[in-house]
């Protein structure tokens, strides 16, 4: 499978208050049409994904806002998987391409979260969980992650509370890095394990932000990108489930959806993990990219903290994770953040990531999760002459 990339465009990410969420979906598709040199009229399908604009804006039908945006009648769905919807629809688009229905396609990811309260944010994103099992009983996220934070750090005790905030400083250096991203400043060990205490062991430098944003990538099939001189391709997309909640899980040290997941999209890509320059991993709370990482095939179960420990998951270390500054630094639009994983990809592999840059990258991942581990969908990109 090879399905080209045409063209990426992406919003600043943070607090967006001059814009709504019709606005910045609008914004994202218009950069990623004016980066493919092409008009609206060209593309075939439209698929967005979105988690909580009906319960945080009261927008559904995104679907059709995405296609009036840019005044079109072709088919046009939304998409949501919680967490995980921006890569759902990048999925859906690569194989609405591959069956042959269409050939060029604009994949977005949106959200709009700043408007309204925190309690009101935690309600809606509680719905990616159990609600009768998770919910019912009062978990909230940091909840759940600090649960398996537990879990993991009791029996791989390795993996000590200075190298877990390594994540968050790692990814911060990278957000500084990026003039995207949500917050732009480095931070060190320090600041994570003294700042507020959301749900121990998870400071608040741990955990993801609230975010506004938007992301778009337009692809299309082998033949149209070739004749238009594409060089970025996917070229593997697995996807994997496992039980919404943590209670239901086989185990609470790996994330069974993730590994699997991983394993579909290497296989459909021919690869193993020693070809992969680098990895765009959900980050939601720094002990996700642990396992992340694992999942991936960087490290074995309860060896990841090797990586932290000497510094490898640095742009210009042995396996770079996060460069755009991950979920943490970057900033987490739930629904935007696999497709923003997407147009960090493809500008590490053409060479447009700046001071972030990873050298002579030619093949990378994108790892996006759905609640704790319900969902997990992986792709695989890689640069072809």
């Known amino acids: 499978m090879k399905v080209g990339?045409?063209?990426?465009g992406i919003t600043k990410f943070g607090e967006i208050w001059e814009e709504g969420l019709r606005e910045l979906l609008l914004d994202a598709q218009l950069r990623a049409l004016n980066d493919a040199k092409m008009e609206p009229k060209q593309i075939d399908a439209l698929y967005t994904g979105n988690m909580c604009a009906?319960?945080?804006?009261?927008?559904?039908?995104?679907?059709?806002?995405?296609?009036?945006?840019?005044?079109?009648?072709?088919?046009?769905?939304?998409?949501e998987g919680a967490c995980a919807s921006g890569s759902l629809a990048l999925r859906q688009g690569v194989h609405s391409i591959a069956s042959g229905d269409a050939d060029i396609v604009m994949v977005s990811?949106?959200?709009?979260?700043?408007d309204v309260s925190t309690e009101q944010v935690t309600t809606a994103l509680m719905?990616?969980?159990?609600?009768?099992?998770?919910?019912?009983?009062g978990l909230t996220f940091p909840g759940l992650y600090a649960l398996l934070a537990k879990a993991y750090m009791h029996?791989?005790?390795a993996l000590t509370r200075e190298l877990l905030a390594e994540v968050s400083v790692k990814n911060?250096?990278?957000?500084?890095?990026?003039?995207?991203?949500?917050?732009?400043?480095?931070?060190?060990?320090?600041t994570v394990i003294n700042a507020t205490m959301v749900a121990d062991p998870l400071t608040l430098f741990d955990c993801s932000p609230i975010t506004d944003g938007a992301a778009s990538i337009i692809l299309a099939s082998e033949a149209t990108a070739k004749k238009l001189g594409t060089e970025v391709y996917i070229t593997g997309s697995g996807l994997a489930n496992d039980s919404l909640s943590l209670a239901r899980r086989k185990s609470l040290t790996r994330l069974d959806a993730g590994h699997a997941a991983a394993q579909r999209a290497y296989k459909q890509a021919g690869i193993t993990v020693k070809d992969i320059n680098f990895a765009e991993v959900h980050d939601c709370f720094s002990i996700a990219e642990i396992y992340a990482v694992e999942a991936l095939g960087f490290a074995k179960e309860g060896e990841a903290y090797k990586l932290y420990k000497d510094k490898q998951t640095y742009f210009d270390g042995k396996n770079p994770i996060n460069t755009s500054g991950g979920l943490k630094a970057c900033?987490?639009?739930?629904?935007?953040?696999?497709?923003?994983?997407?147009?960090?990809?493809?500008?590490?592999l053409r060479g447009e990531a700046g001071l972030r840059q990873v050298k002579g990258a030619t093949t990378g991942v994108t790892y996006n999760v759905g609640g704790?581990?319900?969902?997990?969908?992986v792709h695989v990109f890689k640069k072809m002459k």
């Open 5 to 8: 990339v045409l063209g990426i």
């Open 54 to 79: 009906d319960s945080l804006s009261g927008q559904l039908h995104i679907g059709a806002m995405a296609a009036e945006n840019l005044n079109l009648d072709k088919p046009s769905i939304r998409v």
């Open 109 to 114: 990811g949106v959200e709009k979260m700043t």
């Open 127 to 137: 719905g990616a969980g159990d609600e009768e099992l998770e919910g019912f009983n």
């Open 155 to 157: 029996k791989y005790p």
């Open 172 to 190: 911060h250096f990278h957000g500084a890095r990026n003039p995207y991203a949500q917050f732009q400043n480095e931070i060190n060990i320090d």
């Open 331 to 348: 900033g987490h639009p739930v629904a935007a953040t696999g497709v923003k994983q997407a147009v960090e990809a493809t500008m590490q």
């Open 372 to 377: 704790s581990g319900a969902t997990a969908c």
